[in-house]
DNA sequence: ATGCTACCTAACCAACTGGTTACCTAACCT
DNA sequence: AGGTTAGGTAACCAGTTGGTTAGGTAGCAT
């Protein structure tokens, strides 16, 4: 894609294996290029477009002390991907369904409440579905 | 990719604004094909394909009814999504930054406490970077 | 029976991806 | 100065992606 948005080049960088290895070996703390590269089976250049692939997401940072070039992880853009899975929540959590069921009752009119169970507890302000 | 694990066929599903905003729209409800394709300037098609592609990812489900094919939203992949990007969590959550410094504190034996701020509270067992 | 609607597959195309080899620069170490 | 190490770019290749047009199938309506 000529012009993608941010959240598509975050995903689409997420969408590879050997880039999520990297994120998590940087989850440990900065790494030089060469010390990302060992795990695989990959020549040098290939981890290179991996790498400029994650930094184009803004996924990872990169440095500079003398000839290495140690990489850091950069969390903004996974923060953007959990704010995106928050909003299909309720799709799997059994309490954000009780909430749904609550409030369809509520809107329903019928707020004799206890019929489907009583919400234990729930964020609403994160419900903009 | 020819073999590709469920996580970077969800994480390709999801790195497409098209699809996005299916999701987004099957979130509201199931819909048909020709329901969902109303809001884009693409043919029949293209859109087929792309629902070819949630469904491979398990992120849709498809029923039949007479000539429609109602298309609706599993959450399953989304719920790994957000799995996923809960193991980083602590590098932009600051309850979880904190959380960090106070484990650092104790492994390094100086349990003094209350030097860099107490925990506030926090899911230990999330925590196994 | 005929046509319309909803949806799909097939074939094609341009652009992008993920890998390679070959070669280059920059910094350190004798 | 010369060699080694870390890392990058360029050119290339096969496979995938995202779109198209053309044409086919299944179900409903007249």
Do not use: N
Not at 91 to 118: H, K, N, P, V
């Amino acid at each position: 894609m000529v012009t993608t948005d941010r959240l598509s080049a975050t995903f689409a960088a997420l969408a590879d294996p050997t880039r999520r290895a990297i994120l998590a070996r940087l989850a440990k703390g900065e790494a030089s290029v060469k010390e990302l590269s060992a795990p695989f089976a990959m020549t040098g250049p290939a981890i290179s477009k991996h790498l400029r692939v994650l930094e184009h997401a803004g996924l990872i940072s990169r440095g500079r002390a003398a000839q290495w070039r140690p990489c850091r992880l950069e969390a903004g853009p996974l923060q953007e991907v959990a704010a995106f899975t928050e909003e299909y929540r309720r799709f799997w959590d059994d309490s954000y369904a009780r909430l749904d069921a609550y409030l369809q009752m509520i809107q329903d009119g019928t707020a004799e409440a206890t019929a489907a169970g009583e919400p234990t507890e729930g964020p609403l302000d994160a419900r903009d579905g």
